[in-house]
């Protein structure tokens, strides 16, 4: 497995994990992973009347900016206070990551699709450039075979 993620994205996961729809068609590991994720906030949270507070707002009102910061500041409250529980999410959250079941951010979609822009363009000059050198030489080429041509008219 990878490295363990700062405690900051850690929370991010998992809020993200937690509120993003069900009813996403999900394959069965991604669907087993994010159950695993979810079970592990709720119990953890769900001990707390805080915490139990929390999850139950994010449930009602998924998003709501005051719902996910309450959920945001309990989950840093227990990762804070309990390593255990830190490691045991961040290991949950791996194969979630990994299967890309909370890569739902635009921006990496976008930075992927730029990327794949940048290269087609940069193949298209790369290509335009190389024509345009092909197409200079073929005019000033071997001053001779002018003068052939123009000898067999």
């Known amino acids: ?46 001990g707390t009347p805080s915490g139990a507070a929390a999850l139950a707002a994010v449930s009602a009102r998924p998003t709501d900016p005051a719902a996910l910061a309450g959920l945001r500041d309990e989950l840093d409250a227990a990762v804070l206070a309990d390593r255990d529980f830190a490691a045991a999410l961040d290991a949950a959250l791996a194969p979630v990551v990994g299967l890309g079941q909370t890569d739902s951010d635009p921006t990496r979609a976008g930075g992927t699709a730029l990327g794949a822009t940048c290269l087609a363009l940069a193949t298209f000059v790369a290509l335009l450039v190389h024509g345009t050198i092909q197409a ?11 003068e052939d041509s123009a000898q067999g008219r």
């Not at 200079?136 to 002018?146: I, K, M, Q, V, Y």
Request: charged share 25%; hydrophobic share 40%.
């Open 1 to 46: 497995m990878g490295e363990p993620m700062e405690l900051t994205e850690l929370v991010s996961q998992a809020v993200r994990v937690v509120t993003e729809p069900a009813s996403d068609p999900r394959t069965a590991a991604a669907t087993a992973a994010r159950q695993g994720v979810l079970d592990l906030v709720r119990k953890r949270l769900g």
């Open 136 to 146: 200079l030489n073929d005019d000033t080429a071997d001053p001779s075979s002018g």
